[in-house]
């Protein structure tokens, strides 16, 4: 019994409130915004300008997506994207001037608390629009532009690198077992890195020019290694090996500071004489100084039988710079 007073009651206020809307004789409650004659040839024109920004930001994507670097289209990213940006302006001022009511009030505004206030609010959002005889269409122009636009300015993100195929950036001539060799091609026994040394290997039978080549070698005494935990095998008899291609711009390192007035002197470092970026090899090749972002990738070692230094597998991480230009092999 109580369930059915409760659909009684709910159908009292449904009623009552259609009521109070529609008046005491069912007419429409008055108006707060005058009625306005629909205009097809602006809504027309608000959807083929916003359509028009659409196919212009398409057109930034395409002209961006075929750059390859060979010509310089600057001019075209700006007269797409502008010209997206100047149709989206147009059609809105068309929309705001043709389409949309104007009314004057000479009243304050009222206090958001008062709810036939609001009501009253709600009533003008509801009749501005009486005026369009097509809004779902010109919701989906305006959100089709809206949509084109924000990916035309997310495109220039992809520059920055790979974003889901990034296999390539782990391509190196480096396995596990590959022996390690100086410009000669003669292996490189363990016994004969000496600390305080630099040395550079390759990978045998491997091309040298191959930007994932190169190694830089020195010699720690192990117990100043502060290597991650997963590395601490990485690294037998203190022997190192790190990517020589410094992860700033693609230069090589070349110099190896090693402390000759211990223990004032800096720590032992590798250097790069471009620009100065300078890394620790005791702490997985991280960076002490300059503009690099971003530590050496380590070569993980190991001694074979005959005391020969052989890849225990690949880097800890991509070679070279952050930036694709440089990747492959060095011109000749």
């Not at 009222?110 to 501005?128: C, F, K, L, N, Y």
């Not at 190169?214 to 690294?235: F, G, K, N």
Request: hydrophobic share 40%.
């Amino acid at each position: 019994m109580s369930r059915l007073w409760g659909w009684l009651l709910a159908g009292l206020v449904l009623v009552f409130g259609w009521w109070r809307r529609r008046g005491p004789e069912g007419e429409e409650p008055e108006r707060l915004v005058a009625r306005t004659s629909p205009d097809r040839r602006a809504e027309n024109a608000v959807i083929a300008l916003f359509g028009l920004a659409a196919l212009a930001a398409v057109a930034f994507m395409i002209v961006y997506a075929l750059d390859d670097g060979s010509r310089d289209r600057t001019q075209l990213y700006g007269l797409t994207f502008g010209a997206c940006l100047a149709l989206i302006a147009a059609a809105l001022i068309v929309l705001g001037r043709r389409l949309m009511p104007y009314e004057e009030f000479e009243e304050d505004y009222p206090e958001p608390e008062h709810p036939d206030e609001q009501e009253a609010v709600s009533q003008i959002i509801r009749e501005s629009g009486s005026g369009l005889t097509r809004k779902r269409l010109l919701l989906t122009a305006g959100g089709a532009a809206g949509g084109a636009l924000g990916l035309a300015a997310l495109t220039p993100v992809l520059s920055l690198g790979p974003w889901l195929q990034t296999d390539s950036l782990y391509d190196t001539p480096w396995q596990a077992g590959r022996r390690l060799v100086d410009e000669h091609g003669a292996p490189l026994h363990a016994d004969a890195i000496e600390r305080e040394t630099f040395y550079t290997a390759f990978p045998e039978d491997a091309s040298q020019d191959e930007i994932g080549a190169p190694v830089v070698l020195v010699r720690l005494d192990p117990r100043a290694l502060r290597l991650p935990p997963e590395r601490a095998l990485w690294a037998p008899r203190g022997i190192l090996a790190y990517s020589k291609i410094c992860t700033h711009a693609g230069c090589a390192i070349a110099l190896y500071r090693s402390p000759l007035f211990e223990p004032t002197a800096p720590q032992p470092a590798l250097v790069c004489p471009c620009h100065y970026s300078t890394f620790d090899p005791a702490d997985g090749g991280s960076v002490l100084f300059g503009p690099a972002g971003r530590a050496l990738p380590q070569l993980p070692l190991r001694i074979d039988a005959r005391g020969e230094l052989r890849a225990a597998g690949n880097f800890s991480g991509p070679v070279g710079p952050s930036w694709q230009g440089v990747r492959g092999e060095r011109p000749t």
